[in-house]
């Protein structure tokens, strides 16, 4: 039986080339291209104990990192960036020859704006700034500003029309999605997602809480085709997914 196997990319420096290609976005996507970075177990777990930092091989961060020094803008959200400990981004060593200018600037969305998300971004400067809600309080805003955190608030109307204004706002060509999963599959849902980087863990979770890739309130499904395959000694598996616009 004929059997087709992925690259296998490993640790060698000669294979960053060949891992730098793979993730070149789909050819004829409209600017700017918003691209979500994510990782998974097997079984579509992506936390252990309430993280996914425990879950990556050195090959996911190599892939994490490249995705960073593509992108003009980091976007994620204010439970992840809570969770995990979000700073300003970082150019990895590996991957700074391939990138003119500075890191990009990390955008936190929020809904409520609250204290704790103020006191987190405050230090950091413009590094990393906050994204509001339409409709979000003046009260909040005023909070935050007094503190020095800037604060763009979301357009009203379309999530998709208003996300790509806002990273058109900062002459975004390609921006990173880094979760979670509730506002993945908003992004997903609303059509604001043009591709998916998913590293899969060489792994499973038994028991514990479990958290899926996306959520939402309704099951929506999202027709994606798989641009490329690629694996590493280690046995994680590397695919980057178009979303198909043309179907469903």
């Given at each position: ?5 992925p ?6 420096p ?5 891992l ?25 777990s992506?936390?252990?104990d ?32 809570l ?22 600037v ?6 409520s ?20 809600a ?15 955190v ?11 029309a ?8 900062f002459?975004?060509?390609e ?31 038994v028991?514990?809480?479990?958290t899926?890739?996306?959520?939402g309130p ?6 994606m ?7 590493c000694?280690?046995?994680?598996l ?11």
């Amino acid at each position: 039986m004929h059997t087709t196997r992925p690259t296998v990319i490993d640790d060698d420096p000669a294979a960053l080339d060949t891992l730098w290609a793979a993730l070149e976005p789909e050819p004829g996507l409209a600017m700017p291209r918003i691209r979500a970075v994510m990782i998974s177990t097997i079984d579509g777990s992506t936390t252990v104990d309430g993280r996914s930092g425990g879950l990556g091989t050195p090959t996911d961060k190599l892939v994490y990192d490249a995705m960073r020094a593509r992108a003009d803008l980091v976007m994620v959200g204010s439970s992840t960036a809570l969770t995990e400990g979000y700073g300003p981004a970082r150019i990895a060593e590996v991957w700074a020859d391939r990138r003119p200018g500075p890191p990009p600037v990390v955008l936190v969305f929020t809904r409520s704006l609250p204290d704790r998300l103020i006191d987190h971004c405050a230090p950091v400067a413009d590094a990393v700034q906050v994204v509001a809600a339409h409709g979000i309080p003046g009260e909040r805003l005023e909070a935050a500003r007094e503190r020095g955190v800037t604060v763009h608030v979301l357009d009203p109307g379309p999530l998709r029309a208003s996300v790509r204004s806002l990273a058109s706002h900062f002459g975004a060509s390609e921006v990173a999605f880094e979760g979670g999963p509730e506002l993945l599959g908003t992004f997903l849902s609303e059509g604001a997602i043009d591709e998916l980087v998913l590293s899969v863990a060489p792994g499973l979770v038994v028991g514990g809480d479990r958290t899926p890739l996306a959520t939402g309130p309704d099951a929506t499904r999202i027709p994606m085709r798989v641009a490329t395959v690629f694996t590493c000694p280690r046995g994680g598996l590397y695919t980057r997914w178009v979303v198909d616009r043309t179907t469903g």
